[in-house]
């Protein structure tokens, strides 16, 4: 078992430091590996490797095998889905008039092609699978196929500590690569959930109850739990806006059960806040939510939130709505919720950064980024 005590980083600095590795001459041909949990965004950050012009040179991204020299590819291998007679059982092809194998047929013919070639569940592989990938990273060439020079190799794998069905990992493999161990952090996901316009309650659920952003345990590994990437998936289901009876089994096929119902539990505590439209019109006298109510609080945040959005296309509205808010949740003892509030509204209506509240709310917290 991995010692989970090593130095790790979060998804948004081992990002940044593959990107410096993929970028130098120097280095840029070091397979890299992100280890961690599974739905903690080590996928996603592949994708934007991929979509960055620093590391594709400013040619068009491409998920096409066979990349034009005007493309950068992105070419995913699951090792958890290819089977050993892949490897080496050739098949027949009728266009061709040749025989072709699985595995090699997916990936650049070239020599000259440029892109990334990342292999996906590599722990979750099997031992055949992973000494073929082993050879890939190591020799990058398999079975008489050869991989072009300027085509980098990211791999990704969960822990065996992770309980999510990763075997023995081939040692050998494991040490062909630059391991970076990645660990979820909850104030990376808050800051990606604004720029991706994820549901306001669903954040401002997750700032109150943030160790439910990712909940797996060995005891839960044959049911549904949540992870960042369900949590997305979560506010897609918010946004649909269905039927009160339907919500407890449609989030819990999501999260999990634990978390549907405390997701729910947290919405309705609304309804024994100070009225939202009364918070809009009468922000300077509306009754301030007790301290100790932490949950109304993050919950009230997420419902004016809510309204910002919903008013998306009346500027004036929109406006008083979020001045009103802040006024309001700046009455609060601890900035924190004004904070979370004036973040997420910058994040989903780009045009309050122009904004008179913003730029005198922004004054009184220099200290924090809000872009």
Known sequence: MENLNEVSFNILNAKDSVKKILTDEKTKLIPCLLRGASGIGKSDAVKQLWL????????????????????????????SQIEPQDLYLPRYDSETDSQKYAFTDRLPKDKDSKGILFLDEIGSASPTIQKAFQQLVLAREFNGYVLPKDFIIIGATNRQADNSGVGVQNSALMNRFQIFDVEMNHEI??????????????TAYFN?????????????????????????????????????????????????????QDFIAFTKVVVNAPSID???????????????????RFAVSGALLQKVNENSSNKKKREKIFSSATKYLSRFENPEFS????????????????????TDFSLEHTDVDFE
Do not use: M
Request: glycine letters at 4%; hydrophobic letters at 35%; proline letters at 6%.
């Open 52 to 79: 960055d012009e620093e590391v594709n040179g400013g040619l068009k991204p491409t998920t096409n095998s066979q990349p034009k020299k005007t493309e950068f590819s992105l070419i995913t291998l699951i090792g």
């Open 189 to 202: 996901w808050n800051d990606w959930a604004i720029k991706n316009k994820v549901h306001p309650l669903v």
């Open 208 to 260: 109150y109850e943030p160790q439910n952003l990712h909940n797996f345990t060995k005891e839960k590994r044959n049911e549904q739990f949540c992870s960042p990437r369900s949590a997305v998936r979560l506010s897609d289901l918010v946004y649909q806006e269905h039927n009160d009876e339907l919500q407890l089994p449609l989030f819990t096929g999501c999260v999990g059960f634990d978390v549907a």
């Open 278 to 296: 009364e918070i809009i019109e009468s922000p300077d006298t509306t009754e301030v939510i007790p301290q100790n109510d932490i949950n109304v």
């Open 339 to 358: 904070i979370f509030f004036v973040k997420h509204a910058i994040g989903l209506q780009r045009d309050l950064l122009v904004t008179k509240t913003y």
